[in-house]
Each structure stands twice: as structure tokens, then as C-alpha cells.
């Protein structure tokens, strides 16, 4: 007796990645570094698995406030990854008839999360370039009277920030709550989080994933303590578990190590950026965030070439029309980068005439140009 809509979804598909060099997921390539792994197993063989987490997160939360600078003023919330947290808001939104609204494309699981609440989604496609469009952004604030707005900032898949301007214009015009999901942020030059003083229907929404603690699964979000202490009557009780919170604690004492890796991500994105946008009829996209948008002539079948010599990116094509022929990848370790770049070598240098070794994968129309 299932819904619909749940029979008539596609699960959410995770490609194996066994012996890939792994550049799909925007995953930070470095694990935690050896010199820390006893101290880490001591701490974590320390935590009381037989009780409940401490239900107000006191430490972590302060340990959080401190590192990332979360106003004082501010509320708190924490969340199993910042996908817990989109969920929490979809529920705590969908009134009857409520819209959820996001600059598009973006991150999906403002759409599928809101869908599954009940809400209606608009995505406002995005201006040529991937900025904001500030018009239709705010004709589509005013017509559609969304509860909650999402603004990636970084925007994934497309990589840059938005400008700062539309999005005070933005601030200005929504009748709801805005949330700047700023995953990205380590390898980001600007933040909202202290502009959340003057804007009070303003949520700023962060994750320890990107940084280099994917599987950790936790994420925060702040905001005016009203708003925050609303959502928190969503949010499981227990969500984040003992060990996340016990993980987390000791990675925050040892930011310097994960801070120093996000400083290797941003010096290598350039790099690769550099490198990438030499090869021919290869697009490179402006990026805030430890991954790259790229658009290369019949991108479906250089992502299998790619696929067929074991690195393992992002196709985004079908997700939007204006992401047509474009390829998402993660800025990885700088062995894995010059992998990546020999194999695209090999496909587009090396084969001139650019016939990839196999044609475009059903579904893609076929009509791409042949050589770049
Ligand atoms: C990866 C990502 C997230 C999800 O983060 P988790 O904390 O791992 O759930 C949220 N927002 C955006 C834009 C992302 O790209």
C-alpha cells in the first residue's frame, strides 16, 4: 500500500567504486592522517555506547559555534549530514499548498525532499552562465509565496557563488525562510553565516562532509533562535549518534589538519582547472567548491571513455537542459587529478578526430559535434 509517487521514484543510485579513482562524489581525497588514528580509536573506544547521546549536543554545539563562527545571537540545530536537516525543513514547511523554492539546477534533495513532504517544487533556472537571475527569481518569490528558499552557495552541480547582491534582493523579497546551504565552504571565499544577524528569516546550513568527514554524517544549520527552536520540535531526538559526536569533537581539536587539506584542494582545484581547460573543445566552469563543471563535446561518451579506464565523475547532463555535455568532477588527491587528466588525454587528444571509443549511451540524442 504504497504511495504513488514512492512506486513511480527512481532509487537513488550510487555507482560501485571498487579500484576507481573515485571523483564523483566530492569527497575530500585524504584520509585522517596516520599520526592521528590512536588518538582518534582511544577517544572513540572511550565513548559510553550503552547510553543515549546527551540530548542537547552541549559540547558539540559549542565546539561548533567556536570553530565556525555561528553568531552568538543564533540558534543551533544538528543534523544526521545536511540531508537530515533538508528533510526536517520539507516536513516543518509543507502546509498544504506550500511551495519550495531553488535557483536550478541544483542540489536534488531540495526537490525529491520537498516532493516526499508534500510541497510543490520551482526550480528558477539559472541565467546563462550559471548566475542567479535576479528577475525571474524575484517575479517567481512573488508569484509563487514560497515557505522556504534554497540557495547553494557554493551552487552545486555548476560551482560558483551566487552574487551577493541578488541574493539580498532575494532576502528582501521572500515571504519565508531562505536557506544558503553552505556545504561548500571550506574552499569558498565568502560566507553568510555572519550576516545572520541582520537577517532574521535567514538559515545557514553547513556539513562536516565536504571537509573531509563524509561518513560521519553530520551537518548544522543556524539561525534566529525562534526558526531553529521550531525545527528542533521535527528533529528525532537521538539524531546524531554517540560516535559521530564523539568523532567530531576530536576532528574540531585537530582542524588545522582538516583545514590544511582544504588549503591542498583549492591549491590543486587551480591547477587542474588550468590543465583541464587546455584540452580541446573542453569548457571549464568558475568554481567556489572542490569540484569542477566542465562542458566537453559529447560528454556522455568520454564519461564512459573515462568509466572504461577506471575514473569514476559525475555525468550532470540529464539533469538540466543548460548542463547539456557537461561532466562534474571532483577535485581530487594530485595523483588521482593526473590520472584523470592522462585519461583525458587518451580520449580527446590522442584520438584525434574525437570518435570516443563507444557512442553516446541511450537516451542522449546523438546530435553532438564529433570532434571539439
Ligand atoms: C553534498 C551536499 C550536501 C549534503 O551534505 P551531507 O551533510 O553529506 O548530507 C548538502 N548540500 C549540498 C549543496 C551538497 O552538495
Same mark, same amino acid.
Given at each position: 500500500?504504497?504511495?504513488?509517487?514512492?512506486?513511480?521514484?527512481?532509487?537513488?543510485?550510487?555507482?560501485?567504486?571498487?579500484?576507481?579513482?573515485?571523483?564523483?562524489?566530492?569527497?575530500?581525497?585524504?584520509?585522517?592522517?596516520?599520526?592521528?588514528?590512536?588518538?582518534?580509536?582511544?577517544?572513540?573506544?572511550?565513548?559510553?555506547?550503552?547510553?543515549?547521546?546527551?540530548?542537547?549536543?552541549?559540547?558539540?554545539?559549542?565546539?561548533?559555534? /567556536?570553530?565556525?563562527?555561528?553568531?552568538?545571537?543564533?540558534?543551533?540545530?544538528?543534523?544526521?549530514?545536511?540531508?537530515?536537516?533538508?528533510?526536517?525543513?520539507?516536513?516543518?514547511?509543507?502546509?498544504?499548498?506550500?511551495?519550495?523554492?531553488?535557483?536550478?539546477?541544483?542540489?536534488?534533495?531540495?526537490?525529491?525532499?520537498?516532493?516526499?513532504?508534500?510541497?510543490?517544487?520551482?526550480?528558477?533556472?539559472?541565467?546563462?552562465?550559471?548566475?542567479?537571475?535576479?528577475?525571474?527569481?524575484?517575479?517567481?518569490?512573488?508569484?509563487?509565496?514560497?515557505?522556504?528558499?534554497?540557495?547553494?552557495?557554493?551552487?552545486?552541480?555548476?560551482?560558483?557563488?551566487? /552574487?551577493?547582491?541578488?541574493?539580498?534582493?532575494?532576502?528582501?523579497?521572500?515571504?519565508?525562510?531562505?536557506?544558503?546551504?553552505?556545504?561548500?565552504?571550506?574552499?569558498?571565499?565568502?560566507?553568510?553565516?555572519?550576516?545572520?544577524?541582520?537577517?532574521?528569516?535567514?538559515?545557514?546550513?553547513?556539513?562536516?562532509?565536504?571537509?573531509?568527514?563524509?561518513?560521519?554524517?553530520?551537518?548544522?544549520?543556524?539561525?534566529?533562535?525562534?526558526?531553529?527552536?521550531?525545527?528542533?520540535?521535527?528533529?528525532?531526538?537521538?539524531?546524531?549518534?554517540?560516535?559521530?559526536?564523539?568523532?567530531?569533537?576530536?576532528?574540531?581539536?585537530?582542524?588545522?589538519?582538516?583545514?590544511?587539506?582544504?588549503?591542498?584542494?583549492?591549491?590543486?582545484?587551480?591547477?587542474?582547472?588550468?590543465?583541464?581547460?587546455?584540452?580541446?573543445?573542453?569548457?571549464?566552469?568558475?568554481? /567556489?567548491?572542490?569540484?569542477?563543471?566542465?562542458?566537453?563535446?559529447?560528454?556522455?561518451?568520454?564519461?564512459?571513455?573515462?568509466?572504461?579506464?577506471?575514473?569514476?565523475?559525475?555525468?550532470?547532463?540529464?539533469?538540466?537542459?543548460?548542463?547539456?555535455?557537461?561532466?562534474?568532477?571532483?577535485?581530487?588527491?594530485?595523483?588521482?587529478?593526473?590520472?584523470?587528466?592522462?585519461?583525458?588525454?587518451?580520449?580527446?587528444?590522442?584520438?584525434?578526430?574525437?570518435?570516443?571509443?563507444?557512442?553516446?549511451?541511450?537516451?542522449?540524442?546523438?546530435?553532438?559535434?564529433?570532434?571539439?
Amino acid at each position: 500500500m504504497l504511495r504513488a509517487d514512492v512506486l513511480a521514484m527512481s532509487a537513488y543510485h550510487v555507482p560501485a567504486a571498487d579500484g576507481f579513482v573515485k571523483l564523483d562524489a566530492m569527497e575530500n581525497p585524504y584520509p585522517l592522517p596516520d599520526a592521528l588514528r590512536d588518538a582518534f580509536a582511544r577517544r572513540l573506544a572511550a565513548v559510553p555506547l550503552n547510553r543515549y547521546p546527551v540530548p542537547d549536543y552541549a559540547a558539540l554545539k559549542a565546539a561548533i559555534r /567556536d570553530r565556525f563562527g555561528v553568531p552568538a545571537a543564533c540558534g543551533l540545530i544538528l543534523g544526521n549530514g545536511s540531508d537530515e536537516l533538508i528533510s526536517l525543513l520539507s516536513v516543518a514547511t509543507a502546509r498544504p499548498g506550500a511551495v519550495v523554492l531553488s535557483a536550478w539546477p541544483s542540489f536534488v534533495m531540495y526537490q525529491v525532499s520537498a516532493q516526499l513532504a508534500g510541497s510543490r517544487f520551482v526550480g528558477v533556472p539559472l541565467a546563462p552562465g550559471f548566475g542567479l537571475d535576479r528577475a525571474a527569481m524575484l517575479a517567481a518569490i512573488e508569484r509563487e509565496a514560497p515557505a522556504l528558499v534554497y540557495l547553494s552557495y557554493p551552487n552545486n552541480p555548476t560551482g560558483a557563488c551566487f /552574487d551577493d547582491g541578488v541574493i539580498r534582493d532575494i532576502l528582501a523579497a521572500a515571504p519565508g525562510l531562505v536557506v544558503i546551504d553552505e556545504a561548500y565552504q571550506p574552499f569558498a571565499p565568502r560566507t553568510w553565516m555572519p550576516a545572520l544577524e541582520r537577517h532574521p528569516d535567514l538559515l545557514v546550513m553547513r556539513t562536516v562532509s565536504k571537509l573531509g568527514l563524509a561518513g560521519l554524517r553530520l551537518g548544522f544549520m543556524a539561525g534566529a533562535p525562534d526558526w531553529i527552536g521550531q525545527l528542533d520540535k521535527v528533529r528525532p531526538p537521538y539524531n546524531v549518534n554517540v560516535l559521530t559526536e564523539a568523532a567530531a569533537l576530536f576532528a574540531l581539536e585537530h582542524h588545522a589538519v582538516f583545514d590544511a587539506q582544504a588549503a591542498a584542494i583549492r591549491a590543486e582545484r587551480a591547477v587542474l582547472a588550468d590543465r583541464l581547460a587546455r584540452l580541446p573543445g573542453v569548457e571549464v566552469f568558475a568554481s /567556489d567548491a572542490n569540484f569542477l563543471l566542465l562542458r566537453v563535446p559529447q560528454a556522455p561518451a568520454v564519461w564512459q571513455a573515462l568509466r572504461d579506464r577506471r575514473v569514476l565523475v559525475k555525468d550532470v547532463g540529464r539533469m538540466h537542459a543548460s548542463l547539456h555535455d557537461c561532466l562534474r568532477i571532483t577535485v581530487g588527491a594530485p595523483q588521482e587529478n593526473a590520472t584523470l587528466l592522462a585519461a583525458l588525454d587518451e580520449i580527446l587528444v590522442q584520438r584525434p578526430g574525437g570518435s570516443p571509443p563507444e557512442g553516446p549511451r541511450p537516451g542522449s540524442d546523438g546530435a553532438h559535434p564529433t570532434t571539439p
